[in-house]
């Protein structure tokens, strides 16, 4: 990032690049950000997204910058191997009245909220402990799910390679209650079938560049936070999120005037392109909050089953093995057993955390820094080959303090 400042008016900026000097762009976002953000590091967090998806650099700047203020508005970090947000170039089309084709005019961006970036927002209410979401497969080791007088939902997953049969989400509160929702893959697809994205996909054509059919199980576990959600004591940042996720917004007019809020845009057709590493893959989604006694429970779908079934693989794309090299994936728990059978850590990628949590050291409160990055702390300190990584990022919180 360029050390030169620019005053330049936001309406003179040509390249995305002149944003991340330019101290009308650092006004706009301090002016909505959340109070934990800090506008410096959403930049040079931004400059690291530019480097990872170069299209990025092709967008209209003040669609850009209004994509980027919304993400500061939600207190989340759009871009990180976290898997909060992500901030999609798309070719916005529009029809040519003389020829009858559609044409690229401009390339704008897209706020997508990930779905464990719901599951942090959830937890800024203070009343929800953790938000879990995950996939039931016809393989999967066990599947008990009953309502009524005996509800219960106990799920052991398997090598993922089956049918999918239900997506699910899991609150657990503070006061020792616990709520779910299982929706059924059938009523999943008819979600999906409704949603504004993929209906435009289905019009133009384009259903294979869809996150439903490249991150379909990311997608199915978020359409299960959603329909939690109504039962929840969630945040104003939660609800936000949940307004302008998976609709197409005008994030020009936002960044120009951020009073007047966000439009939404009609007929329109977003053809994105996205880092494939950006976008989290397939994975258990496991609070580290230990199971209390069930009470409070809220109200969910009135189904009721319990069922155990058999494989049918042949009706699935291929699924990541459970001895896989194990990345992290920054929500769960890394295994930490010795025996053979153990997936190998993925150091590099530990590696790129422990910066980022040192990085953000130097602009947080050490407190800050413990409370957001704990859980995956704890984990490296206890697993051997990261502990050298833990007693940095332990010094350089020790050294704030």
């Known amino acids: 990032m360029s050390a030169i400042v620019s005053t330049k008016p936001l309406r003179q900026v040509q390249q995305v690049r002149e944003l991340l000097s330019n101290t009308a762009a650092r006004d706009q976002l301090s002016a909505v950000a959340a109070k934990h953000m800090n506008p410096e590091r959403m930049m040079r967090v931004v400059a690291n997204a530019i480097r990872t998806t170069p299209k990025l650099q092709q967008c209209e700047p003040m669609s850009f910058l209004g994509a980027l203020m919304q993400c500061a508005s939600l207190g989340l970090e759009p871009n990180t191997i976290l898997g909060h947000a992500y901030l999609i170039p798309f070719d916005k089309k529009e029809k040519n009245d003389r020829t009858g084709k559609w044409e690229v005019v401009r390339t704008d961006v897209q706020l997508i909220v990930g779905y464990k970036g719901l599951i942090d927002l959830a937890r800024r209410s203070g009343h929800i402990t953790s938000l879990s979401a995950n996939i039931h497969y016809s393989d999967d080791e066990l599947w008990e799910y009953e ?56 019009k133009f054509k384009k259903t294979a560049d869809s996150p439903w059919l490249k991150h379909e199980d990311e997608m199915a576990k978020k359409t299960a936070i959603r329909a939690l959600a109504k039962y929840l004591p969630l945040s104003v940042e939660f609800m936000d999120a949940m307004t302008v996720d998976d609709s197409k917004a005008d994030y020009r007019a936002f960044a120009m005037d951020p009073s007047a809020g966000i439009a939404p845009i009609e007929d329109d057709y977003i053809e994105g392109e996205a880092d494939e590493q950006a976008i989290e893959q397939s994975r258990t989604d496991q609070e580290s909050t230990a199971p209390k006694p069930q009470q409070n429970k809220a109200e969910k779908p009135t189904e009721a089953e319990k069922r155990t079934t058999q494989s049918r693989p042949d009706q699935e794309q291929e699924r990541p093995s459970r001895h896989k090299k194990v990345e992290p994936s920054f929500d769960g728990q890394l295994p930490l057993g010795g025996d053979e059978d153990a997936p190998e850590v993925d150091l590099e990628r530990w590696e790129a955390l422990a910066d980022m949590i040192i990085d953000e050291v130097k602009d947080s409160s050490p407190d800050e820094v413990e409370e957001m990055y704990g859980d995956q702390i704890t984990q490296m300190e206890g697993t051997p080959a990261l502990k050298k990584l833990a007693a940095r990022v332990r010094a350089a919180i020790d050294a704030k303090k």
Request: without cysteine.
């Open 147 to 202: 309502e009524g007088t005996e509800a219960r939902l106990r799920h052991r997953p398997g090598p993922m390679e089956g049918a999918k049969l239900h997506a699910y989400a899991i609150a657990k509160f503070k006061d020792g209650g616990h709520a779910y929702v299982v929706l059924p893959w059938a009523h999943v697809m008819k979600i999906r079938d409704g949603s504004q994205g993929w209906q435009s996909a289905v």
